[in-house]
């Protein structure tokens, strides 16, 4: 399965395509980018995180999207489903690069990705690992309805667990 196209107000959620590959590489090359995420990685490992969320898809029948950005149709970042073996439970995640943050990307594309992620068989209640430094996602989780729920070390990281409200058929379950 590949991912399903899923289209916002300004966003396009999108399968990867070979041509993210350099925007891709270019974003895990960055410190200040991806210092809540792992930190940087060399540019021959970003094609096997690429390669990771593609085969999500192929593992868990959801997975990470391509975020574009429709307006000048540039690779804005990414989001979705993640269940690496090592995580107590699946997680919606999300990331936009730094040249499309400040504008609402995130929760405009992650509200969008959580109601597909219940839609398809997910998780009607995911959570989000984040670290407790990254305020702009902990906003995000907050305008997304996550409550901060306890703290985990994962991958030797403090980070907190945020649940997401329960999600059915793509609408907030009462």
Known sequence: MSAPR?????????????????????????????????GTVPHY??????????????LYGLGQWAVEDKASGALAGFMGYLNPPDWPEPEIGWTIFPAFQGRGYAPEGALAARAEIARLGGPERLVSYIDPGNTPSIRVAEKLGAVREREVKLRETRLFVWRHPAVGNGRAAA
């Open 6 to 38: 899923i289209e916002t107000e300004r966003l396009l959620l999108r399968e990867f395509r070979a041509d993210d590959y350099e925007p891709l590489a270019a974003f895990w090359a960055d410190d200040e980018a991806t210092r809540y995420i792992g």
């Open 45 to 58: 490992r970003a094609f096997g995180i690429v390669s990771s969320f593609v085969g999500h898809w192929q």
